[in-house]
Antibody, heavy 119, light 109 residues
Framework: EVQLVQTGGGLIQPGGSLRLSCAAS????????MSWVRQAPGRGLEWVSF???????AYGDSVKGRFSISRDKSTNTLYLRMNSLRAEDTAVYYC?????????????WGQGALVTVSS | SHILTQPPSVSVAPGETASITCGAA??????VNWYQQKSGQAPAFVIY???ARPSHVPARFSGSNSGNTATLTISRVEAGDEADYYC????????????FGGGTKLTVL
């Protein structure tokens, strides 16, 4: 059974750092595109980052240079390191698998982790 | 890059048909995926590659894509279909390949 179980999140002061984790089971993170998507309170979905099976990474403009996506193949875990956090980074963060051929879709999602950036 | 335009809200009575659109220039050239997000839950895909339906999604859900508009259609709407719906495309030639629509709140009257 495919599962994504997230840990991390919480209340952090502006300028602080936080790491989110996403433990996968039923498939390997190293063999798939993996992504982070966030949702600010009352807002829509915003793509944050992805890492390809080959290790290529990409970031949305709002987080580029501050956030870093990585994975640990030995523990089958995806990470999102968030630095220089701002109030506007407050959101529920979801990890998800991107799957498909020419057009990728998010087929499995984690349960979400709330990150609140506030003093 | 694509900007995907969705109506903020759609309202329909139980048993009627709901149509949720997703607009962008030449969107027919892209495979469009649709997600349902119920209150307090993670999103889940309901239609992929324009019109394919996963086995766990009722046949009442269908999708189409032509010209500048992709459409998610929900027939015989039920109270349990009330949710936010998002379209999404993958633009492989872009530095920002993942694009979501702004979302549509489906209200069942």
């Amino acid at each position: 059974e495919v599962q994504l179980v997230q840990t991390g999140g919480g209340l952090i002061q502006p300028g602080g750092s936080l790491r989110l984790s996403c433990a996968a089971s039923g498939f390997t993170v190293g063999g798939n595109y993996m992504s982070w998507v966030r949702q600010a309170p009352g807002r829509g979905l915003e793509w944050v980052s992805f890492i390809s099976g080959e290790g290529k990474t990409a970031y949305g403009d709002s987080v580029k240079g501050r956030f870093s996506i990585s994975r640990d193949k030995s523990t089958n875990t995806l990470y999102l390191r968030m630095n220089s956090l701002r109030a506007e980074d407050t959101a529920v963060y979801y990890c998800a698998r991107l799957y498909g051929g020419d057009s990728l879709l998010f087929d499995y999602w984690g349960q979400g982790a709330l990150v609140t950036v506030s003093s | 890059s694509h900007i995907l335009t969705q109506p903020p809200s759609v309202s329909v009575a139980p048993g009627e048909t709901a149509s949720i659109t997703c607009g962008a220039a030449n969107i027919e050239l892209k495979g469009v995926n649709w997600y349902q997000q119920k209150s307090g839950q993670a999103p889940a895909f309901v239609i992929y590659y324009d019109s394919a339906r996963p086995s766990h999604v009722p046949a009442r859900f269908s999708g189409s894509n032509s010209g500048n508009t992709a459409t998610l259609t929900i027939s015989r709407v039920e109270a349990g279909d009330e949710a936010d719906y998002y379209c999404q495309v993958w633009n492989s030639t872009s530095d920002h390949p993942v694009v979501f629509g702004g979302g549509t709140k489906l209200t069942v009257l």
